[in-house]
């Protein structure tokens, strides 16, 4: 099942590519178009391995063997995700600093197993405003590189 | 030789000793940060060097580029964050050791490997560079475009799993790579019609979004680490000088790598970042264990870490004698040396002897300074990021992370970028399709691609442009190693299948 | 006590914070730290400039300046970045002739227009020059233009990357002598030059100050200078009978809405710091030719330049 997905999300992006062709120089449609088709043809054998599989073995899981390694449910694995992709659309809006303490935090709060009371909730912000503020003061202050501030720019 | 003499006595001084510890430590401070090239560290010493003599100058630079190498595998070792193109392979491996708590015997081999490969690069600097640089000068376009494609072949090798997944891998990277404008020809390629992806996907935040960002994930997904570290093993575990002598017992291993490092070091734009894939490969099949490799071999961090910094070295063969700068922070060396008269060429061992010999004393004797330095400093860093919960490392490695892609390019498109590669590469990971041919394909594509279009525009005096790819000499030998690496690995694996199916049916017999 | 001093830390963000919010009523500028950014990578031409510069221009401007880099798409990336910075004169930008015209010129979208960005000086420059290997068979440039018509499109010429003045000069330089090679771009200046050494290439299109830190392993033929170059052992693009004078221009611009005041007052401090001795002499070391356009005289070059580029693109059929 997994290779059938993986397969199809690999020839929409393939496709997704193909449509933007449009070269106006010698030579450099050469590369892109051999990925294009390299990809395109691994797909369509993982697909086709993908289908085999399903129709040999039934509904039997593949690779399960990996699936147990990597056992993260689905729930936590979006927060996660969630939690950085916030972070990342904050980051120009409320500045370095200021995002980075508040998503430490979160981090850190989302991370406690046992219930969370205002001391750790001190305790993780503490933690959170020393790593954010060293980062911050030798990134501007020390090797001059400009972080996004608090609104914008 | 006098001048040789003449370059120790100068070395030798308290504050040249003095500004070669700085630079190092410097260098190792801004190389463990992802997303501070070392590159961008240098460019911030030149002012500095403007108010000092030449020789001071030279040395600052040379000590500060050396250490930032070295420093490169801290991170990725440690939170599997390489920093550059330059410590991919000490990813490979050392951040799986790192997940076996011997995250100490990680630093220790890369912190060994890096001072060999340090003095090998210096060595060759010092007694072979007018020929290495003449060797250099025969790759040609063509010859780089299969030196791109032999780096491509290590996908074959690698794929412990699916062979068709590592390849699945390699494309995707290479058709990544493709994004934005476009490296010989200035076409703008698949923007989606965003410009700011015009400058394509960029290669450090895309290393920090690959191999890191899957990891801080997890992280925070299972509330934990997926080692738990016990306070005994500590204790247990051996002494580094233990270790040290362990890996010195294999020398082989050094020395190859060293010397792979070194050689390709030389060949400008490509040397950094394929020498330390090729001597991770040629380790790998080199060795007798090769099952270890991707399940963290301690020698593949050797190999990887002796080559990068073997690199530092042998980059400067062609910058020195020939005035072409081996790598981006070579660039900035060679504009110092031309802002103090100096004029790089094959007479400038001869003419300004002392200074170019006092520089490569110093690149040595930084390397040498790595060891003390490193041991304390890495594994200081490694007890910390190993004590520190898992609930504060977690963030720590994501705000790293995020200011790292930030700062490359001060771009916030940079960190966006960076975690959508990282959720995919999540993702993809579970399917089998692991970040290594992706990283492999990104990073070798636009460098096969110029060699390529390059290639053919050169030719256009042929009557078939594409036909001098396949007839200079040096391209032959090229390809020749390709196939090799292409059918070398298929061997092995059959050998090894027929193993294990011998002891399968050993087992089988027993019971 | 380490405690107030990092305290003291802590707060000069929040002190330089408060001053940017302020800084948009007026007064005296600059009052705060310049940025100095380049769209290009540390190391190359434009950075050199901008390290010898860096201290000079702290001097006269009174306020720090810093420099970054936002490189990407042959610079591209910069300039449209700049067009949507603020129009306060603390973003300035290193910005190149001819990229500027020939990107937008070039490209379907390259994320900025021309006119979008306003140039405040121009400051230095380095012409084009046409080199071959020292022990090539071309002594002259009689001899060069001679075999290129002998086999057209049989000579390649390298040079540094795609839409640059190397690309734009080795155009000219072919329609001017009426023969046909072809040009290969290479990763900028510094990596063209194996090409040329390994015989990869027949010829380099590069910048003057390659002669002199190339030295005796390659043979200039003609450089596209206005007059001959001191310590230059070439004759000029006119003197060999093509009346061809161009190259790279480097300069500092700012958004196209920042005030004339402040870009009069940017624009004297660059040219103060043409003055500076030091400088001259470093400028002198790498082979640079020192450059004064000033706001006005900055744009009628540009576009100058766009004029010129228009009429050769468009003859050439390059313009789509």
Request: proline share 6%; charged share 15%; hydrophobic share 50%.
């Amino acid at each position: 099942m997994k290779n059938i997905i993986t397969a199809l999300g690999l020839l929409v992006l393939v496709a997704s590519f193909v449509v933007q062709r449009d070269y106006r120089f010698p030579h450099t449609n050469l590369l892109p178009d051999a990925s294009l088709v390299v990809l395109g043809v691994l797909s369509v054998v993982l697909l086709v391995q993908g289908l085999r599989q399903r129709a040999l073995a039934g509904a039997a899981p593949d690779d399960a063997a990996v699936d147990d390694e990597e056992a993260v449910g689905l729930w936590d694995l979006g927060r996660a995700v969630l939690l950085m992709a916030a972070w990342v659309v904050a980051l120009p809006r409320l500045g370095f600093l200021a995002a980075g303490i508040a998503f430490c935090t979160l981090i850190s709060l989302t991370m406690r197993s046992e219930r969370i009371t205002p001391k750790a909730v001190l305790m993780d912000a503490a933690v959170a405003t020393v790593i954010v503020l060293v980062l911050y003061l030798s990134f501007t202050q020390v090797l001059y590189v400009r972080l996004p501030e608090l609104g914008g720019q | 030789m006098g001048d040789a003499l003449q370059g120790l006595v100068d070395l030798l001084s308290p504050l040249t000793l003095l500004l070669v510890l700085v630079g190092t430590v410097a260098g190792m401070a801004i190389g463990a940060m992802p997303g501070l090239s070392a590159t961008m560290g240098l460019a911030l010493l030149v002012p500095f060097t403007f108010a000092m003599d030449p020789g001071a100058g030279l040395v600052l630079l040379g000590a500060f580029y050396m250490g930032a190498i070295y420093g490169g595998s801290f991170t990725a070792i440690l939170v599997n964050a390489p920093g550059t193109p330059s410590s991919i392979a000490t990813a490979f491996e050392g951040y799986r050791m790192t997940k076996q708590g011997r995250s100490e015997e990680a630093i220790v081999a890369a912190t060994l490997g890096s001072v060999v490969g340090g003095l090998v690069g210096v060595l060759f600097l010092l007694f072979l560079a007018p020929p290495l640089a003449d060797f250099s000068l025969r790759f040609g376009p063509q010859e780089y475009f299969w030196v791109a494609i032999f780096g491509l072949t290590i996908i074959i090798g690698m794929s412990t799993g699916s062979v068709l997944k590592g390849l699945v891998g390699g494309a995707l990277g290479v058709l990544l790579g493709t994004v934005g404008i476009a490296p010989v020809g200035g076409d703008v390629r698949f923007t989606f019609g965003e410009p700011s992806l015009q400058g394509g996907v960029p290669l450090v935040p895309a290393l920090i979004g690959l191999f890191t960002v899957p990891e801080v994930l997890k992280l925070i997904a299972r509330r934990s680490r997926e080692f738990e570290v016990q306070p005994g093993a500590e204790a247990e575990s051996r002494h580094w000088t233990r270790m040290t002598t362990d890996l010195l017992r294999k020398p082989v291993n050094l020395v190859r790598s060293s010397v792979i490092g070194a050689l390709i070091g030389i060949l400008p734009g490509a040397g950094g970042s394929v020498a330390n894939l090729v001597a991770y490969n040629e380790a790998k099949r080199a060795s007798k264990e090769r099952h270890k490799y991707g399940h963290g071999a301690v020698e593949g961090v050797v190999a990887a870490e002796s080559a990068n910094n073997a690199t530092v070295g042998g980059g400067f063969i062609p910058t020195l004698t020939l005035g072409v700068p081996g790598t981006p922070p070579d660039a900035i060396v060679l504009g110092v040396l031309l802002l103090q008269g100096l004029r790089p060429g094959a007479d400038l061992f001869t003419q300004s002897g002392d200074l170019v010999y006092t520089f490569a004393f110093a690149l040595a004797l930084s390397a040498l300074m790595m060891a003390p330095v490193g041991l304390l400093a890495g594994r200081a860093l490694q007890r910390g990021v190993v004590l520190l919960p898992a609930r504060y490392l977690a963030p720590a490695i994501a705000v790293t992370s995020i200011v790292g892609a930030y700062a490359i390019r001060s771009s916030v498109i940079d960190v966006a970028i960076m975690v959508v590669l990282g959720v995919l590469a999540y993702f993809l990971g579970r399917v089998g399709v692991g970040v290594a041919p992706i990283v492999l394909g990104l990073v070798l594509g636009p460098i096969a691609e110029r060699g390529l279009v390059q290639g053919l525009l050169v030719s256009t005096d042929h009557a078939l442009p594409w036909l001098t790819f396949f007839t200079r000499p040096l391209s032959i030998v090229l390809i020749l190693m390709c196939v090799a690496g292409i059918v070398w690995p298929m061997i092995q694996n059959r050998k090894q299948a027929v193993v294990t199916e011998m002891v399968a049916e050993a087992e089988k017999d027993r019971a | 006590m380490i405690r107030q001093r990092a305290l003291a830390i802590a707060l000069v963000p929040a002190a330089v914070l408060g001053l940017a919010a302020c800084s948009g009523g007026g007064g005296e500028f600059p009052s705060k730290r310049i940025d100095y950014i380049l769209p290009f990578d540390p190391g190359g031409e434009s950075d050199i400039t901008a390290r010898l510069q860096q201290q000079p221009l702290e001097e006269v401007l009174g306020e720090s300046v810093s420099i970054s880099y936002k490189p990407g798409a042959g610079g591209a990336l910069g300039w449209s970045e700049l067009t949507r910075s603020r129009p306060d004169g603390y973003t300035v930008m290193g910005c190149n002739i001819p990229h500027i015209i020939l990107q937008p010129m070039l490209r379907d979208d390259a994320g900025y227009e021309t006119k979008a960005i306003k140039p405040v000086y121009f400051f230095q420059s380095t012409p084009n020059a046409l080199v071959v290997k020292a022990d090539s068979e071309f002594e002259t440039l009689e001899d060069f233009v001679a075999a290129a018509k002998e086999k057209p499109g049989g000579l390649s010429v390298g040079g540094s990357g795609d839409f640059s003045a190397n690309h734009i000069g080795t155009l000219q330089f072919a329609d001017a002598a009426g023969i046909e090679v072809s040009y290969t771009p290479f990763d900028g200046t510094g990596a063209a030059v194996p090409a040329l050494l390994g015989g990869h290439v027949d010829a380099l299109m590069t910048y003057t100050p390659q002669i002199d830190a190339l030295g005796d392993q390659v043979r200039p033929l003609a450089i596209m200078a206005e007059e001959p170059m001191e310590g230059v052992d070439a004759p000029t693009f006119a003197e060999e009978g093509y009346d061809l004078a161009d190259g790279a221009y480097r300069g500092v611009c700012v958004q196209e809405d920042t005030p004339q005041e402040i870009v009069d007052t940017l624009a004297e401090s660059f040219a103060a710091v043409n003055e500076d001795p030091a400088l001259v002499e470093d400028f002198k070391a790498q082979a640079f030719n020192l450059e004064n356009y000033d706001p006005a005289q900055s744009l009628e070059l540009i576009d100058a330049r766009t004029q010129e580029y228009t009429a050769l693109l468009d003859k050439l059929g390059m313009l789509g």
